[in-house]
């Protein structure tokens, strides 16, 4: 077995986040690659600006310029998973209120106080089916706690299909922590766990 650790994203690990999306993330046709994970963290306006570029530039090499400005701006959060050195997987996970339009409105209706929002996983493919998912709720978990948070939150969706292209995350493996539903709606899934 593999030790896998698990790490808050520190401007110090921004190239092995760099590293991750450039090389072992969606390496499996996974139809939500190429990506950056920096939508979760744009507004509107910047999504549009930054899609109008994939014609110039490519789609790639454009996530990556604006994933860069973020992360020299620490406007991407979450945690990056090793296998020793090597970054081998990622969970945007930080404060509601960072997410402009990504966490859904029926989230906002229903809030509890105080949250951090799971919005997205990926895990090299190598790696799946390891309990990483499971270990970096438990660490967001933890340190919201730490830092005075009510609660943690994820967005599961309903669907008949495999949940093996569900960058959110499927409800099993949030019941698995701990968290239970709080609404439904259009097919997404409030999952919740009370710290």
């Known amino acids: 077995m593999k030790t896998i650790t698990i790490k ?3 401007s110090e690990l921004n190239e092995d986040y760099l590293d991750f999306f450039d090389n072992r993330a969606f390496t499996d046709d996974n139809p939500n690659g190429p990506c ?4 979760p963290n744009q507004d509107e306006k910047t999504i549009k600006q930054m899609v ?7 789609i790639k090499k454009t996530l990556r310029k604006y994933a860069i400005k973020m992360l020299n701006e620490n406007k991407i959060q979450g945690y990056l998973a090793f296998d020793e050195d090597l970054s081998i997987g ?5 404060d ?4 402009a339009g990504f966490v859904p409105a029926f989230a906002r209706e229903n809030a509890c106080g105080k949250t951090i929002s799971i919005v997205c996983f990926e895990i090299a493919p190598e790696y ?4 990483i ?3 970096f709720i438990d660490r967001v978990c933890k340190d919201a706690k730490t830092k005075g948070y009510v609660a943690v939150e994820g967005y599961a969706k309903l669907s008949k299909e495999s949940d093996a292209f569900d960058f959110q995350g499927p409800i099993q493996l949030y019941q698995k922590s701990g968290f239970v539903e709080v609404a439904r709606e259009n097919g997404q899934i ?6």
């Open 90 to 94: 990622w969970c945007n996970a930080a």
């Open 8 to 10: 808050p994203l520190t």
């Open 128 to 131: 799946r089916g390891m309990g």
């Open 133 to 135: 998912a499971s270990a």
């Open 190 to 195: 409030i999952m919740r766990k009370i710290l």
């Open 36 to 39: 950056y994970c920096t939508s």
């Open 96 to 99: 509601i209120e960072s997410y």
């Open 52 to 58: 109008r570029k994939f014609k110039i530039f490519g």
